[in-house]
C-alpha cells in the first residue's frame, strides 16, 4: 500500500509540476508509448504536443490560459467527428479527470472506461454522442474519442519541452484558430507525429523534419524527438527540459516501448531474419542505417515530481519504482539533453 501511496503521489504530482513551469511559456513534445495490439504491430507510439500557456476554449478553439490553469494538450486524431484536431485541457488529457486530487491510486480497465464515459457525458458530447439505437443505445460509443482522455492509463509519455514566448504563442492561436479544422488523417504521411512536426515548426521554422533515411520519409514521434532535441542542442539559449508521466498503476497492461520505422524492423526476429535469409545485403544495410542515424534513446530517469517538502523521481526504467531524491529540497529538477544517438 505505501507504494501505491508513494505511486499516486508521484502521478499527481507530475501535473502540479507542470502548472508551476508557467513562469514561462513552454511547448513540449509528448512522446507516447504505444500500447495494445496495435501498438505491438506499430511501436511508433503517439505524439501530441503540450503547451502550458494556451487553454482549450473548446476542443475545436484555443484561447490563452488564465491564472491557474496549467494549459492544454492539442494532437491530431483519426475520425473524431470530422475534425483534423482537437485540443483537451491537460488533466483530463492524462487523467479523464478534472482535478489532480481525483486521480485514482490504481486503475483497471472497468474504473478507467468509467472515468472516460463521465467525462465525455460532461464535455465530449458533441463529438462523441450516445449510441442513438440497438442494444447499446445510450451507451459510449466506439471509436478513437478514448485517445482524447486518459492517456496516462494506458502509457508512459515522454516530455521534450522548449521555451516559447508570449507573441509566438498569439501567432500560434491565430494560426489554429482560423484555419480550417478538416480531418485526413493518413497513417503514412499525415499523422499525428506529422501534426506534432508543424505545430513545433511554427514555433521554430524547419526545426523539426523527416527522416527518408532510417523511417522512409514517414514521421514518428520519436523523429520528432530526435530533430526537437538536434535543435535544442543546436541553439543553447533556449531552455530545454525532458520529464516523464509514467503511468498509472493497476492491471491495465504496460505500454510498449516506443520505436522508429528501420528500428523496429531491425530489433524484430520476426522482420530482420526473413530479410537476412532473402538478402544479407539489405539486412546490412537496414542494421548500419539504424547504427548510423537511427537510435535515439528516451530521457532516462527524468524527473518532475515535486511536492513542498520532498522531491521524489521516477525511474524511466521498466521496473518504475520510486526512489527518494538524491537533492536536499523541493527544487525543480531537469536532466541533460538525451545524446542523439545513444544506444538503445
Not at 519541452?161 to 493518413?186: L, W, Y
Not at 513545433?200 to 527518408?212: A, D, G, Q, T, W
Request: glycine share 6%; with cysteine.
Amino acid at each position: 500500500m505505501r507504494r501505491i501511496r508513494v505511486a499516486l503521489t508521484a502521478i499527481a504530482v507530475v501535473v502540479l509540476a507542470m502548472g508551476g513551469l508557467r513562469a514561462r511559456a513552454d511547448a513540449a513534445l509528448l512522446m507516447e508509448e504505444p500500447y495494445a495490439e496495435f501498438g505491438a504491430f506499430n511501436p511508433t507510439g503517439h505524439a501530441a504536443i503540450y503547451l502550458n500557456h494556451i487553454c482549450a476554449e473548446s476542443p475545436t478553439r484555443l484561447r490563452p490560459c488564465r491564472a491557474g490553469e496549467p494549459g492544454a494538450v492539442i494532437s491530431r486524431y483519426h475520425k473524431i467527428d470530422g475534425y483534423d484536431w482537437l485540443a483537451i485541457p491537460l488533466v483530463p488529457y492524462l487523467y479523464a479527470v478534472e482535478r489532480v486530487e481525483d486521480v485514482p491510486p490504481m486503475a483497471d480497465a472497468a474504473l478507467e472506461a468509467s472515468l472516460r464515459d463521465r467525462y465525455r457525458r460532461q464535455h465530449l458530447l458533441a463529438f462523441a454522442p450516445d449510441v442513438a439505437t440497438g442494444k447499446r443505445a445510450g451507451e459510449a460509443p466506439e471509436g478513437e474519442w478514448t485517445q482524447l482522455i486518459g492517456a496516462s492509463y494506458d502509457r508512459r509519455i515522454y516530455g521534450f519541452q522548449i521555451q516559447t514566448t508570449a507573441e509566438e504563442d498569439e501567432r500560434f492561436m491565430n494560426k489554429f484558430n482560423d484555419s480550417p479544422n478538416v480531418g485526413h488523417f493518413n497513417l503514412l504521411f499525415h499523422n499525428c507525429a506529422d501534426f506534432s512536426k508543424t505545430l513545433l515548426n511554427v514555433y521554430y521554422p524547419h526545426s523539426i523534419h523527416r527522416n527518408f533515411f532510417v523511417d522512409l520519409g514517414i514521421t514518428t514521434p520519436k523523429q520528432v524527438a530526435r530533430s526537437l532535441t538536434k535543435y535544442a542542442d543546436r541553439h543553447p539559449e533556449l531552455t530545454f527540459a525532458t520529464f516523464m508521466i509514467p503511468q498509472v498503476p493497476g492491471s491495465i497492461n504496460r505500454s510498449h516501448p516506443i520505436d522508429g520505422v528501420m528500428e523496429s524492423v531491425v530489433k524484430s526476429k520476426k522482420y530482420v531474419l526473413p530479410i537476412a535469409v532473402l538478402n544479407p545485403e539489405i539486412a546490412a544495410g537496414l542494421v548500419v542505417a539504424y547504427l548510423t542515424d537511427g537510435r535515439f534513446k528516451a530521457p532516462k530517469d527524468a524527473t518532475v515530481e515535486i511536492v513542498p517538502t520532498e522531491t521524489l523521481t521516477r525511474s524511466a526504467e521498466p521496473d518504475g519504482e520510486v526512489r527518494p531524491a538524491t537533492i536536499p529540497s523541493a527544487v525543480e529538477t531537469r536532466r541533460p539533453l538525451p545524446s542523439p544517438a545513444g544506444p538503445q
